[in-house]
């Protein structure tokens, strides 16, 4: 195990540690720290130019969808 320093304040460190603990997280901390850092920046920009042609997307308006389902 490896202890690294950051610079957030002492309050909130302890705060986000307690969190963890509570929740049992320390891996899933682990993964989006691995997440942040991932080795596949292509499959990261597919991703990103995919979302983005979603975004721009053709769509269909229903009457009542809203209200129906809220």
């Known amino acids: 195990m490896v ?8 309050e909130v460190y302890r705060q986000f ?9 320390s891996k899933q901390v682990q993964f989006l720290m691995e997440s ?9 920009e ?3 130019k995919r979302l983005e042609k979603i975004r721009k997307g ?3 308006r229903i009457k009542g969808l809203s209200s129906r389902y809220g």
């Open 36 to 44: 942040f850092i991932d080795n596949e920046p292509s499959a990261k």
């Open 3 to 10: 202890v690294r320093s950051f610079s957030v304040s002492e």
């Open 46 to 48: 597919a991703y990103l």
């Open 17 to 25: 540690a307690e969190f963890c603990r509570a929740r049992g997280m």
């Open 58 to 60: 053709k769509f269909i």
